[in-house]
């Protein structure tokens, strides 16, 4: 039961990794400096879950893993200037449990037994501005810093690394991390669309210093916008202890939108 | 003119046919799976000394060796080997160790080093390239590996990124090195053995001015099979001797073959390798015997090789004291308990020339083995 559990863990955490954003002009905006619509929801079933609190405020978690990896993140609209828009985000992430689920002798050992844990989070700022270069396009761009607390010594050796996993979890091992990036999206016809973003993630102290992820994906969304399916790729590059890697792994989301 | 949003269409939609199947393309071939498999024979990797050091005019022996160095543990109770609870070593434990090794190897003064468990690049040991350090620490010039346990990332017990080779290390140039691989073990699940090493024989070419088709051949058996795998192994590896035997080469060859000599008094050793809270040897125990420390069915696995060939060690040498010829033990307190590291030829060992470097007990949970090899004319 314990493994079973632990298997529904992972695909979800593997999943909602390599899932991500969405489109359509109005509603799909994680990704860009847009917020939802004040009483929206929009349930994912690998990516985070979003609800619009008013118009220009928005909360995003993951049910699922919430108990687990619990990452929350409220994103605050400041309006339009000259055809850009400003939003601000706010997190704040706790991966101690979801570690230490993962610390173990045996099969699903991702740390091994011989390192503790300790109890901390992360704090994670920044802004998006968003455009519209064409009339169905959205150009969006990004930057951040995280912060880490720590409430005990953290093992340099104890990190996970794999692609995605490894630059979400630098900066408890590498304070602080920067985020860059761009988001790219529009319509090929009004059903159909596609999405091309670039995330960077940036190290301090570290020659492992550099993750990239690129993501490229056709999206489907139903015409009253209360379903939307990605399907793409994600790419991604990074200077990871062993030395620089390339992966390439499939991207896709099921996202359910109420309201 | 067409609208803006027709611009845009065509030029996303020519993006996506052209120029993304291309990235995919590139990038596809260049991600590694999340562990390799091994084709039967592929060209060994090979190494060079960041600086070149002299090598003798006029020779008419050379010293070869055997080693396993336990990647860079030392006698540290790793988890895998040793009843320990350590899984991945720190940057100075294995420097550590590192340097005791290079300095060992400086004082014998080998001239063709068979070295088994050697880390690429691995968590365990910290990441470090063991070959190149232990090339640029010492005063070889070239080596060729086979990688025999090579995973991108293993999910057990915090692995991680796995790369062992088996090493052929060399004062004279390596030619047609290559790594063959020998049978897999069918005593496991899929998920462990998908994950698991793949022993290898790594052979090479040492090109000694004057002396022709003089080969290099490194083993390193299955240590912890309970099917008939290492017997395989063992044949193979005979296979591969008669090969060049038949063709008219020389080799010097050996390695770690993970079983002992014909006519040792003591065959089990599960009790001497039993961990706190194991039990074996009694009705109710299962296993009965402890995976890898049962010798006894092993007997006269290696009485061919044996017959045909020149061991370094002669059996009827060792029988005379075995404890001397002793390569190996899993307690890191204890003296070498068994012997497990061989050398052979099928040309001529100088006469009791041979050394199990006992001494050696910091360094691995194996002993250096070294014998002078009569150069062929």
């Not at chain 2, 091994?38 to 060079?48: K, L, N, Q, V």
């Not at chain 2, 001239?111 to 050697?118: G, K, M, N």
Request: aromatic fraction near 14%.
């Amino acid at each position: 039961m314990k493994k079973l559990f632990l298997c529904l863990i992972g695909i979800v955490a593997f999943s909602n990794l390599f899932s991500q954003d969405s489109l359509r002009m109005n509603y799909w905006t994680n990704g860009t400096a847009y917020t939802i619509p004040r009483h929206r929801w929009e349930l994912g079933l690998f990516s985070t879950s979003r609800y619009g609190i008013t118009q220009n405020l928005e909360l995003s978690l993951h049910p699922l893993m919430f108990f687990l990896m619990p990452q929350v993140k409220i994103k605050v609209g400041w309006g339009e200037y000259s055809g850009f828009r400003l939003t601000t985000e706010h997190g704040i992430f706790y991966p101690t449990q979801a570690m230490r689920l993962v610390t173990r002798k045996g099969a699903g050992g991702l740390i091994s037994p011989e390192f503790t844990i300790p109890q901390m989070f992360s704090l994670h700022n920044g802004f998006l501005v968003s455009c519209k270069p064409f009339k169905n396009a959205i150009l969006s761009s990004h930057a951040g810093i995280a912060f880490s607390i720590k409430f005990g010594p953290l093992d340099k050796l104890s990190t996970i690394d794999l692609p995605i996993i490894y630059p979400r979890l630098a900066v408890f091992y590498h304070n602080p991390e920067f985020d860059v990036g761009m988001d790219f999206r529009g319509k090929i016809i009004p059903v159909f669309g596609w999405l091309f973003n670039v995330e960077n993630f940036l190290l301090c102290h570290t020659k492992q210093n550099w993750f990239l992820e690129n993501k490229g994906a056709l999206v489907y969304t139903s015409k009253k916008e209360t379903f939307r399916a990605e399907i793409g790729y994600k790419l991604c590059y990074g200077r990871y202890p062993a030395g620089p890697q390339w992966h390439l792994l499939p991207a896709l989301d099921l996202v359910l939108g109420i309201k | 003119m067409k609208p803006l949003y027709r611009q845009f269409l065509f030029s996303s939609s020519l993006f996506y046919a052209a120029v993304f199947p291309l990235i995919l393309l590139i990038l596809v071939s260049s991600c590694e799976p999340l562990a390799t498999d091994f084709p039967d024979i592929e060209g060994a990797h090979y190494y060079y000394a960041a600086t070149t050091h002299p090598v003798p005019d006029t020779f008419s022996v050379i010293r070869v060796m055997t080693w396993n160095i336990r990647f860079g543990a030392g006698r540290i109770p790793w988890f895998g080997d040793a009843c320990g609870d350590r899984v991945i070593l720190t940057e100075d434990e294995v420097y550590g160790s590192l340097q005791a090794i290079a300095d060992k190897i400086n004082e014998v003064k080998p001239d063709v080093l068979l070295l088994q468990e050697v880390d690429i690049n691995s968590k365990r040991s910290g990441y470090i390239d063991e070959l190149q350090w232990i090339l640029d620490n010492t005063y070889f010039n070239y080596a060729a590996y086979g990688s025999q346990w090579k995973a991108q990332f293993i999910p057990s017990d915090g692995l991680g990124r796995m790369d062992e080779a088996n090493a052929i290390l060399s004062r004279w140039k390596i030619s047609d090195a290559e790594r063959i691989q020998l049978a897999i073990r069918t005593d496991q699940d899929k998920l462990t053995r998908y994950f698991y090493e793949r022993c290898c024989i790594v052979t090479g070419r040492i090109e000694i001015p004057y002396v022709k088709n003089l080969y290099a051949l490194n083993i390193h058996a299955s240590a912890f099979a309970t099917d008939d795998t290492k017997e395989k192994h063992i044949i193979q590896f005979k296979d591969e001797l008669d090969k060049i035997n038949g063709e008219g080469g020389w080799f010097v060859a050996g390695g770690d073959m993970n079983t002992l000599p014909p006519g040792s008094d003591s065959t089990d050793y599960c009790i001497e390798d039993m961990c706190p809270g194991e039990s074996f040897h009694h009705s109710y125990d299962d296993p009965f015997h402890k995976d890898g420390s049962d010798y006894t069915p092993e007997k006269h696995w290696l009485d061919a090789l044996y017959a045909t060939y020149q061991c370094a060690v002669p059996p009827e040498v060792y029988k005379t004291n075995q404890v001397r010829y002793f390569s190996h033990t899993t307690r890191g307190t204890h003296f070498w308990d068994r012997t497990l590291d061989y050398l052979f030829t099928n040309y001529h060992w100088v006469e009791n020339s041979v050394v199990t470097h006992q001494d050696a007990t910091k360094q691995s949970d194996h002993a250096p083995v070294s014998v002078l090899f009569v150069l062929p004319k």
